[in-house]
């Protein structure tokens, strides 16, 4: 078999340990650790053309590249910790700076050479096992489309997690290609989406030299022919950053508002620095994925002025668990690179003095965006190399069993497993189901929290102040976001409440304790009553019951069980013929118990003290019936102030509306005439005690005082 041997250092200097590790199986990866703005992605270092000399270093470091590095070794760590995926075969990676392509075709070579034989056979046999069995990575369009046929006729698997060209769909040309980004054609989609719910018609389109940007042209004026926008405007980002000023000048010979920016970070950087130093304001700005979330350009002093930007990027998950861990335990372990030699350092593929001055603060602070593409994408590997070995989830089937790259790509195309919630598969393509988040989240007003109302604050309704409905009232977002409804009479509302409550009806249940108490007492008075007077009618001619006062006492003890049969009106739902009866009743039949009492405690203080000096008087009394003309008189009077209350206005049925509930009552009617009501039966009580009290130095069986207070 004849090869070809690659002009490498990788004898005389070994790599950085953090971008190198051994395995049964490697994963190759191709990452941006250095970048230089201003150039396109095939930039080129004019002192060093030979592509055997990496000069990589003498660019920009990438913070954020480092950290999607992270994730590819944290992804084979997890692999090779786990027990169920790949039991007992190790993971390795071998990951190379892809700077541009000039100087990186060297590293994406090397991925092609056989196993510790440092050569490429000529001819591809059953047998032929390259050094890696997939490969993640470049991030973008023109890297994947510049690099990618290299491994295609290999059908070596590459899994991308930042090519998003619609060129790279193609099976023809990519047989072996796969990515866990969506199409730029269902982003294109996407931002059409934007401008229609927005009614922008009149768009710039500003992209980049490269198949990123050119395919996504073409996409996009296929999308906005059927949705009525018009392209008023579309420009290519030069490369001399002296003619970017050329495209705003047109921007505003054109007069449009609403720009869409389809290019890589490393163009956006000067046109947005450009449009800051131009003091371009007032305009929307429509982002791409690769750098709506960019924290460079979030960063950048005084890019609030531009105007508002709208972008899409790829769906955002939750923070890898375990991410930080490991990056905190990666920081604390890592050391020099092995080579120390100036001269060594020179020819040696792989320097990255910042790798090893990066803090953990600053990897982990990375925006996240890419971080869970990456990971699909190795665990999407895994899961096609485990099923092209037969494996289970002990152990795997045969030993004996050799992956080659065909095989995973063939795995790949079937592989289908959920990952963090997520499902990761693959369509006949090599595309992943399409999912964008609209970032960042930029509104005039944030949404009013529930129970809030909007008070428009301008001429836009999308601009607004929040205001909370307060008691009472209730907001229904869906019917009217902008007003707060009273809630009915008979409902309430707690402040910030979205909808009413119906008040509970209160009133004394017959089933309450203090009703059930209250019905006893007074069932067991009218009871004891009633036998006490049957008694006394049974025993009426007896000695006992005339000194108790005969016909008198039946009348007291009677009166006593209608009063007390009153209480059965207060309980139950009041209406106005229990309104009006309740207090009348009760009043009528109490003054005129009052009235015998009075009357037999005032009989007893004449007969002892006031009989011997005005026997007339009492000849009088006695003789005219007295106490029966005081009773009835009494009485009367209070039937009659009863009536003219009733008459005028006497009780009704009333609502006390507290914040709840309702408690359903009486009125007291004419106030003036229930408060003498209650005065002619308070001086009938205090004349009821005070004869009593002036007996209390009588013989003891005629001390009533105590009777009488009870």
């Known amino acids: 078999m004849a090869s070809f041997h690659l002009m490498k250092q990788s004898d005389t200097c070994s790599s950085l340990p953090q971008l190198s590790l051994d395995g049964d199986y490697i994963l190759g990866g191709l990452f941006q650790l250095h970048e230089k703005y201003g150039v396109t992605g095939t930039a080129t270092d004019t002192e060093n053309r030979k592509p055997e000399v990496l000069q990589c270093h003498r660019f920009k470091f990438s913070s954020a590249s480092y950290q999607q590095i992270q994730v590819m070794r944290f992804a084979i760590e997890e692999i090779n910790n786990s027990t169920l995926l790949l039991p007992g075969i190790s993971l390795g990676y071998e990951i190379f700076d892809y700077c541009s392509d000039l100087l990186s075709y060297g590293a994406a070579l090397d991925f092609l050479t056989q196993k510790r034989r440092g050569a490429i056979p000529v001819w591809n046999g059953t047998n032929y096992r390259p050094k890696v069995i997939s490969v993640t990575g470049p991030f973008g369009s023109s890297q994947t489309i510049s690099v990618a046929p290299l491994y295609m006729s290999e059908m070596i698997p590459m899994v991308t997690h930042g090519a998003s060209s619609v060129k790279l769909s193609s099976k023809n040309r990519f047989p072996s290609f796969f990515r866990t980004i969506p199409s730029d054609k269902y982003q294109v989609e996407s931002i059409v989406r934007i401008l229609q719910q927005f009614n922008w018609n009149w768009v710039a389109f500003i992209g980049g030299d490269n198949d990123y940007s050119r395919d996504a042209l073409a996409v996009f004026q296929d999308e906005i022919r059927p949705a009525n926008i018009c392209l008023a405007y579309q420009d290519t980002i030069p490369q001399n950053q002296s003619l970017i000023g050329r495209l705003f000048n047109n921007i505003a010979m054109f007069n449009v508002q609403v720009i869409v920016v389809f290019a890589n970070v490393e163009f956006v950087i000067p046109f947005i620095q450009k449009a800051i130093d131009l003091r371009v304001k007032e305009k929307i700005w429509i982002a791409s994925e690769t750098w709506s979330m960019n924290q460079e350009l979030i960063k950048k002093s005084q890019i609030e002025r531009i105007g508002t930007v709208l972008g899409v990027t790829v769906q955002r998950h939750k923070d890898l668990r375990g991410f930080d861990e490991f990056i905190n335990n990666t920081v604390k372990s890592r050391h020099e690179n092995a080579c120390t030699d100036m001269d060594l350092k020179e020819r040696c593929g792989q320097i990255c ?358």
Not at 531 to 554: E, H, M, Q, W
Not at 641 to 666: F, H, K, M
Not at 681 to 696: D, N, Q, R
Request: proline share 4%; net charge neutral.
């Open 353 to 710: 003095s910042d790798c090893n001055s990066t803090s953990a603060q600053t990897i982990i602070g990375e925006d996240p965006t890419y971080s869970f593409v990456i990971y699909s994408a190795v665990y999407a590997v895994a899961h096609a190399l485990h099923n092209a070995l037969r494996c289970g989830t002990r152990n795997c089937a045969n030993s004996e069993i050799i992956a080659y790259p065909y095989m995973v790509t063939e795995a790949l195309k079937q592989v289908k497993f959920k990952l963090d919630n997520q499902s990761i598969e693959f369509d006949e393509n090599g595309d992943p189901p399409a999912h964008y988040d609209i970032a960042p989240v930029l509104q005039c007003s944030s949404e009013c929290k529930s129970g809030s109302r909007r008070v428009q604050t301008g001429f836009h309704t999308c601009c607004f102040d929040c205001e909370i409905c307060s008691d009472g009232k209730y907001i229904n977002h869906t019917a009217d976001p902008y007003s707060c409804i009273a809630c009915q009479k008979d409902e309430w509302a707690r402040i910030g409440s979205t909808s009413c409550t119906k008040r509970s009806i209160e009133y004394l249940h017959s089933d309450a304790p203090l009703a059930i108490f209250l019905m006893f007492q007074a069932s067991s008075i009218i009871l004891i009553s009633m036998a006490i007077l049957v008694l006394f009618l049974y025993k009426n001619d007896t000695p006992v019951v005339k000194s108790a006062g005969g016909r008198l006492c039946f009348f007291m003890l009677c009166c006593l069980s209608m009063s007390s049969s009153s209480v059965f009106l207060y309980i139950g739902k009041p209406t106005e013929a229990i309104c009006t009866l309740r207090n009348s009743v009760f009043i009528v039949f109490y003054v005129a118990c009052l009235s015998c009492l009075a009357v037999r405690s005032f009989q007893i203080v004449c007969i002892f003290k006031m009989a011997a000096k005005l026997p007339k008087a009492y000849d009088f009394w006695v003789k005219h019936g007295g106490q029966w003309i005081t009773i009835i008189t009494t009485t009367v009077i209070m039937l009659f102030l009863c009536i003219l209350w009733i008459a005028i206005e006497g009780p009704r049925p009333n609502q006390i509306t507290l914040y709840s509930e309702v408690i359903l009552d009486c009125t007291y009617g004419v106030i003036p005439i229930f408060y003498v009501i209650v005065l002619f039966a308070a001086l009938l009580g205090i004349a009821c005690f005070s004869f009593a009290y002036m007996g209390t130095d009588l013989p003891k069986n005629y001390n009533e005082v105590y009777i009488n207070i009870l």
